[in-house]
């Protein structure tokens, strides 16, 4: 069995698209985004657990532009 990487709050934050650290902690607190793996003192993410949130993220997005782009057809 292959180790995952872990991904330290910097690079959640720039994998999000640069978004802040109060951000990433809102997410967690919102369920949006699962608890992170402690190591001591800071924090990190399993890699997949953060790509299927983008992915997540990529797929409301499109919902939407498709339940928009209905609603003008109509």
């Not at 802040?20 to 800071?42: F, I, N």
């Amino acid at each position: 069995m292959v180790a995952e990487s872990l991904l330290p709050l910097a690079e959640v934050c720039a994998r999000l698209g640069r978004c802040h650290r109060a951000t990433v902690y809102r997410m967690v607190a919102s369920g949006e985004l699962p608890q992170p793996v402690k190591l001591g003192s800071r924090s990190a993410w399993p890699e997949s657990e953060v790509e299927a949130v983008i992915e997540r993220l990529k797929l409301a997005r499109n919902a939407g532009q498709t339940a928009g782009q209905d609603a003008e057809a109509a």
